[in-house]
């Protein structure tokens, strides 16, 4: 009789912990109901493996976008506090690899915070990841790069014509257009007829300080990119001209001949490198070997 009592007994506070447990412990009422009548029949052990397979299930769901904040404001709140090894340089395509995907997401969001501009490529490789949730930030961040670049460009476009004249600002709507062409966000015919745009910056600037050697050398730039290698080799020849003792201007000339194939020109050139007594730093050295062959 005593251990029938003892029975019951067990029986009932089985049932209560099981009953606790599906009305406290279980955010998914739907999921647990086809656990339990694992847990019921099972004393004790039941909800031991009730337990491990909720926490397995919680390691593998995805986690909802607007509770992401609240996982990266506690985790990456360490990062200036015990945290350094988050500061030092890893390769994203190494991160993304791993099979955490809490880990993943923390350095991602570490990287938003911290500047989405500078991790711009990492954000593109990021782009192709398994991972929905990177995918998804690691796209809305790359729209929302291209969005400020346009307000920036299209604000410095408006200053630009206002007071086409005022050499700050043509050099600050030359700093938007080159920094949104250098990201590599662009569609071709976008990119296209933003080079052009700064081709015609840049040919206006020179009108108003036609000795400003950073925009020499960015022009010849962007006219072997447009494959106006006659425009290029004219701008090229003018540096040789105006600072014939500076590596820039010879090293780009030998550029455009590369760009162009034009090897009499090349030769040329080569020939009166020999010549002209020029600063060569060693990297200018060695490139100007390399480009004259």
């Known amino acids: 009789m005593a251990t029938i009592v003892v029975l019951l007994i067990v029986c009932f506070l089985h049932l209560a912990a099981c009953a606790l447990w599906f009305l406290l412990a ?3 009422k739907r999921g647990a109901v086809v656990m339990l009548p694992l847990v019921i029949c099972i004393p ?7 337990r491990i397979s909720a926490r397995k299930i919680d390691e593998t769901r995805e986690t909802p976008i607007s509770k ?8 990456i709140a360490s990062v200036n506090t015990g945290r350094p090894e988050l500061d030092t340089v890893v390769p994203f395509d190494e991160v993304l690899l791993m099979s955490n995907d809490r880990t993943r997401r923390e350095v991602m969001m570490h990287m938003l915070r911290r500047d989405p501009f500078s991790y711009l490529e990492m954000l593109k490789t990021a782009k192709s990841s398994s991972d929905v949730e990177i995918t998804h930030y690691a796209t809305t961040t790359i729209m929302e790069i291209q969005r400020d670049l346009d307000i920036a460009m299209q604000k410095a476009e408006e200053a630009y014509n206002k ?6 600002a043509a050099n600050r709507f030359i700093s938007a257009l080159t920094s949104y062409i250098d990201t590599g966000l662009l569609l071709e015919n976008r990119m296209i007829q933003l080079q052009e745009q700064l081709s015609q910056v ?3 600037k020179l009108t108003i300080f036609p000795n400003s050697r950073s925009a020499h050398l960015l022009l010849v730039e962007n006219e072997i ?3 106006r290698y006659a425009r290029a080799g004219e701008v090229a020849g003018q540096m040789c001209e105006r600072w ?4 820039d201007s010879w090293i780009k000339s030998l550029h455009v001949c590369m760009a162009s194939g034009n090897n009499t020109e090349k030769t040329r050139i080569a020939e009166q490198i020999k010549i002209v007594p020029i600063n060569w730093s060693r990297s200018g050295r060695e490139e100007a070997d390399f480009l004259c062959g």
């Open 26 to 28: 279980v955010p998914d």
């Open 44 to 50: 004790v052990f039941g909800l031991l493996i009730a």
């Open 68 to 75: 992401l904040y609240k996982i990266v404001e506690r985790d």
């Open 163 to 168: 007071t086409p004249d005022d050499l700050d």
């Open 202 to 204: 840049l040919e206006h």
């Open 225 to 227: 990119k447009l494959a």
């Open 244 to 247: 014939p003792f500076e590596e």
